[in-house]
């Protein structure tokens, strides 16, 4: 096997600028933020005072999370005690909002896959597929299922948390979507999958993008280390004849490898699996490129993508 790397497209709304140190420093929309990776364990390559400039950077209190204080002078958009903005991403408009757990709501190196998402769904048109249908577990704030429903997928967005169902709804709304455009849950995703799979629902895509840890809305819990391959199998089980499968994770103890043998125990179909990673703008043309790594990622697919 030889390892992916899913490097994230150019976005307009959205640059790494630098990183090192354990932090990064990036740039959404007209705000500029620095905040922690641990991923980062090289030296800087911008002078303190570029990172200085940050409009908003994260200072963490706990293992838990922390706060975000804004620079003197810094962007209107990042000022007050909850700072919240819009960026345009392709035919999508999406709400920036930074949290206490150090994220702010878009996830940049999602983008490779949004990418096999979009080309995915041109391959299905050509094929006389004209609505595709998609199911985005543990959907969170829903940049996918919105990117998705704007190409012409027919949508079913699930997440367990109110919050992030409805920062969907406000994306979905902002990037002119109307309600219906959708189906939007709150409800377990797991649990979701298994009565899926009894009905004999299948779909053409299935994003997976579970956390470590977690629980949903009536309790249930949800560990990565017990329930990944029972969530990759019933993924399998209502993944249509011809369909893809997409699984990302950030901050696990597992491999590609680990995860290109998950994906055999479904049969036919091509596994590639590898790093999701984020390109620095360059700074200089004379240095080389340089990528962070932004988690674990591997595609299945079968009869269509890259098992054609």
């Known amino acids: 096997m030889h390892p992916s790397i899913f490097e994230s497209p150019p976005l307009s709304s959205y640059a790494l600028l630098d990183s090192g140190g354990a932090e990064k420093l990036e740039r959404f929309g007209p705000v500029l ?18 990172w200085d400039a940050a409009d908003l950077s994260f200072v963490r209190e706990s293992d838990r999370g922390g706060r975000w204080e804004a620079r003197q002078g810094a962007a209107r958009e990042a000022r007050g005690e909850s700072p919240s903005w819009k960026i345009r991403e392709g035919d999508a408009t999406f709400l920036v909002r930074p949290t206490p757990f150090k994220h702010v709501g878009l996830f940049p190196e999602q983008a490779s896959n949004w990418a096999a998402i979009e080309a995915l769904r041109a391959e299905f048109e050509a094929a006389g597929e004209s609505r595709p249908r998609l199911l985005n577990l543990f959907g969170y704030t829903g940049a996918a299922s919105v990117l998705a429903a704007k190409a012409g997928w027919d949508v079913t967005h699930v997440d367990a948390s109110k919050t992030a169902i409805t920062w969907t709804v406000d ?79 950030y901050a696990v103890g597992y491999s590609p490898l680990a995860f290109q043998n998950l994906f ?22 004379s240095l080389a490129p340089r990528f962070l790594p932004a988690g674990f990622c591997a595609r299945w697919a079968r009869g269509c993508g890259h098992d054609r």
């Not at 377990?188 to 009905?199: N, P």
């Not at 391959?229 to 990302?248: C, F, Q, Y």
């Not at 479904?266 to 200089?284: F, K, N, Q, V, Y």
């Open 264 to 285: 055999a125990d479904l049969g036919a179909g091509t596994t590639h699996a590898g790093e999701l990673a984020i390109p620095e703008a360059p700074s200089d043309a």
């Open 171 to 249: 994306n979905a709304e902002a990037s002119g979507l109307g309600r219906t455009s959708m189906r939007v849950i709150c409800e377990d995703a797991m649990r979701f999958a298994r009565r899926e799979a009894r009905r004999g629902s299948s779909y053409h895509a299935v994003l997976l993008d579970p956390p470590h840890y977690g629980r949903g809305p009536k309790g249930e819990v949800w560990q990565l280390e017990d329930h990944l391959a029972e969530l990759v199998e019933t993924a399998g089980a209502i993944a249509a004849p011809t369909s893809m499968i997409i699984l990302s994770t």
């Open 33 to 50: 933020l620095r905040r922690p990776d641990p991923q980062a364990l090289w030296r800087p390559r911008l002078s303190p005072g570029a």
